[in-house]
């Protein structure tokens, strides 16, 4: 759906359909140019980061490349990161002695992704990276390298392009914040 679909909802577009995909594709070239001919697996984080992966593995100029998923959760109240993690979904595949990029939605506190950089580290990988569409500076409470971050945005609440409220608004085209009323219902 469009922002024009749910207007009423929707408080402000922060990133538009055509600035991610743009984004998206430069960092994209940048991940070809960085890997040259080497295999990558990029590996995604459920569900947030399924339209990112979408797009990014298309960017990508070569066959030389796989997806795996894995899916955690964060234990904790609500909407604060605890940083203590529990995995839903495993990888499907062993990383040991392969290029990894780590291919999440969002980072915000830095906490679950610390978390599952070390549980993928353990693993042996031959090197690990973090591809992250949107990042939050002002959220971060541990420090994430990310080499790749597609846009740094504000400390609010964004939904779309795979980011959810309640699970709803995953399928919006473009990244923005919801209108207060939502949250009252
Ligand atoms: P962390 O705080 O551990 O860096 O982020 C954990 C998770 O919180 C992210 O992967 C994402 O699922 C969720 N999250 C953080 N900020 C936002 C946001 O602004 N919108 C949505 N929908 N989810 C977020
Ligand atoms: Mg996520």
């Not at 940083?83 to 939605?105: A, N």
């Not at 939904?159 to 919801?178: E, P, S």
Request: glycine content about 6%; aromatic content about 6%; overall charge negative.
């Amino acid at each position: 759906m469009d922002s024009a679909d749910i207007s009423a909802d929707l408080q402000h577009v922060l990133l538009t359909e055509e600035e991610l995909l743009n984004r998206i594709q430069i960092l994209a070239d940048q991940i070809q140019a960085d890997y040259e001919d080497e295999e990558i697996l990029l590996v995604g984080v459920l569900k947030g980061a399924v339209m990112v992966m979408a797009d990014l593995v298309r960017s990508l100029r070569t066959h030389k490349v796989e997806m795996d998923w894995m899916a955690v959760s964060s234990y904790g109240s609500g909407t604060t990161s605890s940083g203590v993690v529990r995995i839903l979904k495993d990888l499907d595949t062993h990383i040991e002695g392969r290029h990894v990029i780590v291919v999440e939605d969002i980072l915000d506190s830095g906490l679950t992704l610390t978390w599952l950089l070390k549980n993928l580290g353990s693993r042996h990988p031959k090197s690990i990276e973090v591809f992250t569409l949107l990042r939050k500076p002002e959220a971060m409470k541990v420090p994430v390298e990310a080499k790749y971050v597609g846009f740094d945005i504000p400390n609010e609440f964004v939904v779309g392009y795979g980011l959810d409220y309640a699970q709803k608004y995953r399928n919006l085209r473009c990244v923005g914040t919801l209108a207060p009323h939502v949250y009252e219902n």
